[in-house]
Nanobody, 117 residues
């Protein structure tokens, strides 16, 4: 089993920055990919960014150039640095972790990010 604990959400003005963190615990040696998703009110959950254990990253087009995902394997933690935030980035952000060879990820609790003036 894997437990994920996220932190770092909040209220920020347009153009501002926030950093989300998600720490994994439990049977973590099997984790390959860690991802961030988000869900805005009335919308489906969508992929934001992902990173493999070896450091390969991927981003949704809507956040490329503004968000950066990183990972500290020694701390079993994934980060999402969000810059140049826009009101449309407002959502609940979730991290997940996927073991090697698995298709069903573990999910952390969500963190509310609100971008508003």
């Amino acid at each position: 089993q894997v437990q994920l604990v996220g932190s770092g959400g909040g209220l920020v003005q347009p153009g501002g920055s926030l950093r989300l963190s998600c720490a994994a615990s439990g049977i973590i040696f099997r984790i390959n990919t860690m991802n961030w998703y988000r869900q805005a009110p009335g919308k489906e959950r969508e992929f934001v960014a992902g990173i493999t254990r070896s450091g390969t990253t991927g981003y949704a087009d809507s956040v490329k150039g503004r968000f950066t995902i990183s990972r500290d394997n020694a701390k079993d933690t994934v980060y999402l640095q969000m810059n140049s935030l826009k009101p449309e980035d407002t959502a609940v952000y979730y991290c997940n972790a996927l073991n090697y060879g698995a298709t069903i990820p573990y999910w952390g609790q969500g963190a509310q990010v609100t971008v508003s003036s």
